[in-house]
C-alpha cells in the first residue's frame, strides 16, 4: 500500500507538471515593431499611423532611443472605469519608469509591471509579399497576447531620448488588435525632427583682402534649438587669430530681423575676440529659428601681408544629458604690400637714401598715418604716410588692400631731380611675400643734377639747390625745365641793348648836326 500511494503521488505532480508546462507553451505572442519615425515639423496623427507602408518611405527612423514596455493588465483590471485607467497609464512619466528592471512593479501603480526594454536600431522584416523591407529606428519585441485570462495591454514609455527628436508621448496597445497578422507594426506619436544647434560664421561679402585698420565684417548664424529650454547653458565663443582685433561696439544680435533683447545675453571680450552668453530659457520664443550676429573685426598694424588670417567662431552648449561643441571657420583675410628700391638712373647699382614718398591712390586721396585717405587739401601734412629710402635704397609699404597705387617723391636724395611723376604700383598677392620669401623690389630711378661744385641744399620741396659766396648777384641753378627760359631772357637782352645803340648812334648824330649850323660833314 505505501508503494503504491508512493507511485500515486509520482504520477500526479508529473501530471501537474505536464500541465503547467502545456499550459506555458501555450500562451500566445505576438510579434511587434515599435517605430521611431519623425518627420520635421510634423505630428504623427491617428490617420497616419494607418498608413504604414507609406510613413515607412516618407519619414525618417530615429535609432538609440529606449522605450520600455510596461504591462498594465491587472492594473486596467483592478479599476471600475475603463477610460479613467486608461489615461492614468498615460500619464506615467519617464522618471517613474526609467531605472526599473524587467519584472519590477511601478511604485504606486498597483498592476503595473516592466515587460521589456529596449533601444531603436535598424531593422530588417518581411512584408506582406515577402519582400525585405530595413529601416532605421525600429524596436523588435516579442510580447504576449494575454495576462493570465485577460486581453494584455501594454504601454510604451521612451525612456532615453536622442538630441534629433522630441520625446515620444505615452503609447498603449491593447490585444487583440484590429491586424490579426503575425507581425504588427505600431508608431509612436507626436515626433517631431528637432532642429539641433548650429552655427556658421562668414564674411560678409567676397572681399578678402583688406587695408590696416579697415573694417572687416563678419557674420554668425546660430540654430536655436527646438528643446533650448532645457539647455543649461549655450554660448558662442569667436576665437580670432592673432593679428585680427574685434570692435565690440560693433556687435549686433537679431531674429527675424529684429534686435535681441539685451537682457537675454551677457558679452565678455576673451583676448581679441569675445564670449556671448545666452539666457536659455529666454531664447525658447526662438526655438528652431536662427540667430544673426554680426560684428567688425580689424588687422593689427604689426600683421605681415600675404599672410592668411583666420576667424574660428565656437557653439558650446549642455542640453541636459551632455555637453556639445561645434565649430566654424570663416574664409582667410590678408593684407597687402609691396617692396622698392631707390637707385641712381645711370648706375643702378648705386643706391640711394632719404629719398621720400607719400601715397596716392586712383581717387587722388592721400594715405594718413591712422590708414586712412583723405584729401590733400582737407587735411595737415603731418597727418601723411611717409616712407624714405634707407642707407640700402630700400623702403617699402605694407597693409594696403590689393589695388593700384602710386608713389609720389616728396625729396630727393641730395643732388639728384625730385620726381615731377608718381610711380604706379598695384598691390595684388604675393608682391610682398611669394612662399615665404620676399617678393622682388621695383626699381625707382632718379637722375643727378647738374654738377656745379658745390654740394648744395635741399629745399622744403626736395629740391636741390646752389649758391655762391662772393658774388651778390649769383642766382640758383637753373632746375628742371629752366633751362629755355633762360636763353629767352639773354636773347631778350641783347635785343634790347641793340636797340638801345641805334637809339644812341641816331641822337648822337642829330647833335652833331645841330651843332655844325644844320649842316652835315661828309
Known amino acids: 500500500m505505501k508503494k503504491t500511494a508512493i507511485l500515486l503521488t509520482g504520477l500526479m505532480m508529473l501530471l ?36 504604414n507602408q507609406e510613413m515607412m518611405t516618407a519619414k525618417q527612423g530615429i535609432n538609440g532611443v529606449e522605450f520600455t514596455v510596461v504591462d498594465i493588465t491587472q492594473y486596467v483590471r483592478n479599476h471600475s472605469s475603463l477610460e479613467a485607467a486608461l489615461e492614468a497609464a498615460k500619464a ?13 512593479e511601478l511604485s504606486g501603480y498597483a498592476g503595473m509591471t516592466v515587460a521589456a526594454k529596449g533601444k531603436t536600431q535598424r531593422t530588417a522584416w518581411l512584408d506582406k509579399q515577402g519582400q525585405t523591407i530595413e529601416s532605421d529606428g525600429v524596436l523588435k519585441l516579442t510580447l504576449a497576447k494575454k495576462a493570465a485570462a485577460f486581453d494584455a495591454s501594454y504601454l510604451f514609455v521612451e525612456t532615453s531620448s536622442v538630441d534629433a527628436a522630441r520625446p515620444s508621448d505615452n503609447l498603449i496597445l491593447n490585444f487583440p488588435t484590429e491586424n490579426q497578422e503575425e507581425e504588427i507594426h ?28 579697415e573694417a572687416i565684417h563678419y557674420e554668425i548664424s546660430v ?21 585680427l582685433s574685434c570692435d565690440l561696439s560693433s556687435l549686433q544680435i537679431t531674429a527675424d530681423g529684429k534686435a535681441l533683447d539685451r537682457s537675454w545675453y551677457q558679452v565678455e571680450a576673451k583676448d581679441n575676440g569675445f564670449i556671448l552668453n545666452f539666457d536659455p530659457s529666454k531664447l525658447a520664443p526662438l526655438n528652431s529659428k536662427q540667430l544673426r550676429i554680426t560684428y567688425q573685426l580689424s588687422l ?25 561643441e561645434q565649430q566654424s571657420i570663416s574664409k582667410e583675410v590678408f593684407t597687402g604690400g609691396y617692396r622698392f628700391i631707390k637707385v641712381d638712373a645711370a648706375n643702378q647699382k648705386q643706391a640711394l637714401s632719404d629719398a621720400a614718398f607719400v601715397i596716392k591712390n586712383e581717387q587722388d586721396d592721400y594715405l594718413t598715418t591712422d590708414y586712412q585717405w583723405k584729401n590733400k587739401k582737407a587735411m595737415d601734412n603731418q597727418e ?6 634707407n642707407q640700402e635704397g630700400t623702403f617699402e609699404i605694407k597693409g594696403l588692400a590689393y589695388g593700384k597705387y602710386f608713389l609720389e617723391e616728396v625729396a630727393a636724395p641730395k643732388g639728384y631731380r625730385l620726381l615731377d611723376k608718381p610711380i604706379e604700383f598695384t598691390i595684388e598677392k604675393n608682391t610682398y611675400l611669394a612662399e615665404n620669401q620676399p617678393a622682388p623690389m621695383l626699381p625707382v630711378l632718379n637722375s643727378k643734377l647738374p654738377s656745379t661744385g658745390n654740394p648744395g641744399t635741399t629745399n622744403q620741396t626736395g629740391r636741390v639747390t646752389t649758391t655762391t659766396a662772393t658774388a651778390k648777384n649769383s642766382r640758383l641753378l637753373p632746375q628742371t ?22 637809339l644812341w648812334f641816331k641822337r648822337n648824330k642829330q647833335q652833331k648836326i645841330k651843332n655844325n649850323g644844320g649842316e652835315t660833314k661828309r
Open 16 to 51: 501537474g507538471l505536464m500541465g503547467f508546462s502545456n499550459q506555458t507553451l501555450a500562451v500566445e505572442t505576438q510579434t511587434v515593431y515599435l517605430h521611431k519615425q519623425v518627420t520635421k515639423g510634423e505630428v504623427v496623427t491617428e490617420a497616419a499611423l494607418s498608413q
Open 481 to 502: 625745365g629752366e633751362q629755355a627760359s633762360t636763353k629767352a631772357v639773354g636773347l631778350g637782352c641783347l635785343l634790347v641793348a641793340f636797340v638801345c645803340t641805334l
Open 384 to 389: 601723411l604716410f611717409r616712407i624714405t629710402s
Open 186 to 213: 505600431v508608431y509612436s506619436k507626436n515626433d517631431t525632427l528637432l532642429e539641433l544647434p548650429a552655427i556658421e560664421k562668414k564674411l560678409d561679402g567676397n572681399q578678402q583682402d583688406f587695408s590696416y585698420s
Open 300 to 324: 593689427d598694424k604689426d600683421v605681415q601681408p600675404d599672410t592668411a588670417f583666420y576667424n574660428q567662431a565656437y557653439l558650446r552648449y549642455h542640453n541636459s544629458l551632455q555637453e556639445g
Open 223 to 243: 540654430t536655436v534649438p527646438t528643446l533650448i529650454a532645457t539647455y543649461q547653458y549655450f554660448q558662442v565663443v569667436d576665437v580670432p587669430d592673432k593679428g
Open 92 to 104: 506615467v512619466t519617464k522618471k517613474e519608469v526609467a531605472g526599473l528592471s524587467i519584472g519590477q
